[in-house]
């Protein structure tokens, strides 16, 4: 069983666009550069790309480099589709071929958070990633006092699977 290279270029709700990251606007971020993005008609949100983004680049481009192309089970870019402008990203940290699952983590940009893009965009990823047959678990991590993540997760229907000092761990399973 392998995972395909990824059909679609985006995903869309009705207020957000996904499309995933690529190798090459990932290591053009990484030195500041958005012609990329630019020329496929994208702007960058207020604080986009914020720290957790800029720390999360290289483990993204880590992902990209074990795939021929992006498959859906690497980052994507959250897009607001009235004004195109990049928001966030979420996605997943590749795919586990043993435990058939895959971990999502989700950001949303301080100036938008609170408007329900989080949820828009991640029901619609969870949606897309219970459509591949080879996903039977989708598991998600939190701080234990990241009251908003823990909110959405619970709205998902994420069970909690363990805590730690620091961190929640979460787990929805495909619906057999």
Do not use: S
């Given at each position: 069983m392998k995972v395909q290279i990824l059909q679609i270029d985006k995903l869309q709700t009705e207020r957000l666009i996904l499309i995933p990251f690529t190798t090459q606007i990932c290591k053009n971020l990484i030195h500041n550069n958005f012609t990329d993005l630019q020329t496929i008609g994208l702007k960058k949100g207020k604080s986009w790309p914020d720290e957790d983004v800029l720390e999360t680049l290289p483990k993204i481009l880590t992902n990209l480099s074990l795939v021929e192309a992006p498959t859906g089970f690497e980052s994507w870019m959250i897009i607001k589709k009235d004004t195109?402008?990049?928001i966030g990203d979420l996605g997943f940290k590749g795919f586990n071929y043993e435990k058939e699952n895959i971990?999502?983590?989700?950001g949303v940009i301080k100036e938008e958070r609170g408007?329900?893009?989080?949820?828009?965009?991640?029901k619609t990823l969870i949606k897309w990633a219970f459509t591949q047959d080879i996903v039977k678990e989708i598991?998600?991590?939190c701080l234990i006092d990241n009251t908003s993540s823990i909110k959405l997760l619970k709205k998902l229907n994420f069970e909690i699977t363990k805590n730690d000092n620091e961190m929640m761990h979460w787990s929805l399973q495909k619906d057999q």
């Open positions: 195109l402008e990049i971990d999502i983590g989700y408007n329900g893009y989080a949820e828009e965009a991640t598991t998600a991590r």
